[in-house]
């Protein structure tokens, strides 16, 4: 077990390798991602009905709650990614945790910001206190503080490394962050409005959700594959293989 | 069509909504790129430079 | 000098350092015996102080092998054995030397029969014991730093420099103490760009750039 | 220095909420608590500076005692030099803004748990940061979320003691809270400063 994962990690982290293989797999993904995602809106804005309540301005639910969940998803990724980078200091592992974190800030400030859209028509206000929001723009400052870390440092990989131990750090901060929030909210009385009640979502709306939160999955996978292979071709500016591409892709005209 | 455009009086709630998901997706997916671009760009003008630099120091050899 | 198959104090084999991908010396290939003082010579940027950082323990080892008595290099083994001596003297410029010895000793321990007042008399510093390390002058700095060489039982010297800031006086001071410490079965790695004077037999040199 | 600046912010609120007796009772307890953190918060950005510069932090992890332990009693004395004189000024604080005297132990309390919680979760940033430049505000940016907990648990005490309701309850979760933190933050921030010193 112990010998294994590092010996597998650091065949398919070897950067060269690692980015010839991102680079295949990335236009298939971000394909992918595009169907998914126009299958799932046609499904979500033109199929799905009105809902009884909320009228159509519920329709931002599609994007908004696999954002939502993406941004706990990647930083998830980040903090395991952290911990291989920390424990086996693989140079893709820490590539993978720190270009993962510009992707779930990302996320994460669509959530906040389609709530807030949402919260306007449906509460009244364009932003309260309720716990699943607080909670939305913690991760998003956990996630401003690992970027912020990573760039303060002059060697890159330093950066990374102690970024890396920032993301373990807020990954047990998270959950404690969410039970105080809840706790916090019982106290306050404050709002006790629910978008998503404890009611039944229908199949018509359903569906194009969770096409939706695969969609957003692929785009990730795209995504995070383009940031790591111009992170590896920075990080390996002075190694022959970088050397390579950059004279290559003269003679054949830049591509990306 | 100006139906669904309208969004049953939610309009300027929802299409901002995707606006911005659709914007800030465009722009996390091209940032790498044009830093990739970037990148390749200055290693050219990098090893261009050192190439330069050795056919100097080598030129005054040939001819004294 | 010493004998070949005794086992070395600390060996390296294609040791190297890399920052952002770029060597930053190495690979460098040397042993220390005890005994044996070695100095490290290259010019500004050739990695001397790094290298004294990594064989302290201050950075890691990425590439190539570096052993402590036979044994794979590791932070435990050497701690309290070797005393690192960099750019930065570790003093506390609000406490007095002698101050500045008794935390050093707290935490290292001392030499048998070695106390913070004979170690200052004998760096030349009789007289200055209480005053605060803000008021000496650049040398005295140094020479206060030096006094940890005498107090604390450590087996290997790494020191970055320690002719800087010294008078004549004061360079022989610190030949005076390798001498002592080369013959009491220490080691010492030195950086230095300028001559050394050293009567203890002929040091080694590990040359950074080939 | 962080007592000065702690005097400061509390006599600013009621020049921008007005001397009126009941708003200040009830946001006083809050507003104590948030000066404290913030003036802390000033003063965690110095804990390793001066070590780092004149190169006593090095000779402090190549010493032959466990580093943990050593970051510990720097925290102590960190704690002791920063956060003890502003409890001490806190009655003073609270008395300025009405706080009701029954409510005063409560604050002490909450105070007392949640003041070395921010010491200990600040070390472990401040090491993070050692390699670098100038940290201020990134050190803000990265605490936040840290304390959040922290500042609604022992300003949920305080309120709580306030309006006649329970308040054993958050305390309770600080005080375990703290006694993790001991055990856990002195060895995050010695690794914490490993890794950021490259070692």
């Known amino acids: 077990m112990s010998k294994w994962i590092p010996l597998w990690l650091h065949k398919l982290g070897s950067p060269p390798i690692f980015y010839r293989f991102a680079g295949t797999l990335r236009p298939w993904f971000l394909a992918l991602a595009l169907i998914a995602g126009a299958i799932g809106l046609y499904g979500g804005l033109v199929l799905a009905p009105a809902d009884y309540q909320q009228g159509d301005a519920y329709r931002i639910i599609f994007i908004h709650v696999p954002s939502a969940w993406m941004g706990l998803f990647i930083y998830g990724v980040m903090a395991v990614a952290s911990f291989i980078a920390l424990v086996w200091r693989i140079k893709l592992a820490e590539a993978v945790a720190m270009e993962s974190a510009p992707i779930g800030a990302a996320f994460t400030f669509i959530t906040l910001v389609t709530g807030s859209l949402w919260g306007k028509p449906m509460w009244g206000t364009w932003w309260t206190w309720d716990a699943r929001l607080t909670s939305e723009l913690v991760l998003l400052f956990l996630y401003l503080g690992v970027i912020g870390l990573y760039h303060a440092f002059e060697d890159r990989r330093q950066g990374a490394r102690a970024a890396a131990f920032l993301a373990i750090i807020g990954i047990i901060n998270v959950p404690i962050v969410h039970f105080s929030v809840n706790w916090w909210n019982t106290l306050h009385q404050g709002s006790t409005v629910r978008i998503l009640g404890p009611s039944k979502i229908s199949m018509d709306m359903l569906w194009p959700l969770l096409t939706m939160m695969v969609a957003t999955k692929l785009y990730y996978v795209a995504s995070l594959f383009g940031r790591v292979r111009a992170d590896l071709l920075e990080l390996e500016g002075g190694k022959d293989w970088v050397r390579r591409i950059a004279t290559g892709e003269q003679a054949t005209g830049e591509q990306a | 069509m100006s139906q669904f455009l309208a969004m049953g009086g939610y309009a300027a709630y929802v299409w901002p909504a995707y606006a911005v998901f659709f914007l800030v997706l465009l722009a996390d997916f091209i940032s790498p790129m044009l830093r990739r671009r970037r990148n390749l760009r200055e290693l050219r003008a990098r090893l261009a430079r050192q190439t330069a630099r050795q056919q100097r120091t080598a030129s005054p050899a040939v001819n004294p | ?57 201050l950075l890691h080892v990425d590439e190539g092998e570096l052993q402590w008595r036979g044994q794979p290099w590791n932070r435990d083994a050497c701690a309290g054995e070797v005393l690192f001596l960099g750019h930065q003297l570790g003093l506390k410029m609000d406490m007095s030397p002698r101050e500045n010895l008794h935390i050093a000793a707290g935490l290292h321990g001392a030499r048998d029969g070695r106390d913070a007042a004979s170690v200052l008399a004998e760096v030349g510093l009789a007289g200055y014991e209480d005053e605060p390390v803000r008021r000496l002058s650049a040398g005295q700095k140094k020479r206060a730093a030096l006094a940890r060489l005498l107090l604390l039982p450590a087996v290997l010297w790494l020191l970055d420099e320690p002719y800087a800031n010294l008078d004549r006086a004061g360079i022989a001071l610190v030949n005076r103490l390798l001498e002592a410490h080369v013959a009491g079965r220490g080691a010492a ?21 080939d | 220095m962080p007592v000065l600046y702690a005097l400061i912010v509390a006599t600013l609120f009621p020049f921008a909420l007005g001397p009126e007796d009941a708003l200040l009772q009830r946001i006083a307890g809050g507003v104590v608590l948030v000066t404290v953190l913030l003036a802390m918060l000033l003063a965690l950005d110095a804990m390793f500076r001066s070590d780092i510069e004149d190169g006593s932090l090095e000779q402090l992890v190549l010493a032959p005692q466990p580093l943990a332990l ?11 030099t920063t956060a003890l004189p502003l409890i001490v000024i806190a009655p003073l604080l609270a008395g300025m803004l009405h706080l009701p005297v029954q409510v005063m132990g409560v604050l002490m309390l909450a105070l007392l748990l949640a003041t070395p919680m921010l010491s200990l979760l600040g070390a472990v940033l401040v090491a993070l940061t050692a390699g670098t430049r100038r940290s201020g505000m990134l050190l803000a940016l990265m605490l936040l979320p840290l304390c959040v907990p922290v500042v609604i648990f022992a300003a949920g005490a305080v309120a709580a003691a306030q309006q006649g309701l329970p308040w054993v309850a958050p305390i309770a979760w ?26």
């Open chain 4, 174 to 199: 600080l005080g375990a809270a703290l006694v993790l933190a001991l055990v856990l933050a002195p060895l995050a921030c010695a690794a914490a400063l490993r890794i950021a010193l490259d070692a």
């Open chain 3, 189 to 209: 790695l030195v950086t230095s760009h300028g001559a050394v004077s050293f009567h203890g037999g002929e040091p080694k040199r590990i040359r950074m750039h």
């Open chain 4, 70 to 80: 050593m970051l510990g009693m720097k925290i102590l004395a960190h704690w002791f």
């Open chain 3, 1 to 57: 000098m010493t004998s070949a198959h005794a086992i070395p104090l600390l060996q390296a084999r294609g040791l190297s350092f890399l920052r952002a991908d770029e060597p930053v010396f190495g690979p460098l290939d040397f042993t220390l015996h005890p005994g044996e003082l070695a100095l490290v010579e290259g010019d500004n940027g050739s990695g001397k102080t790094t290298l004294l950082r990594q064989l302290a323990g």
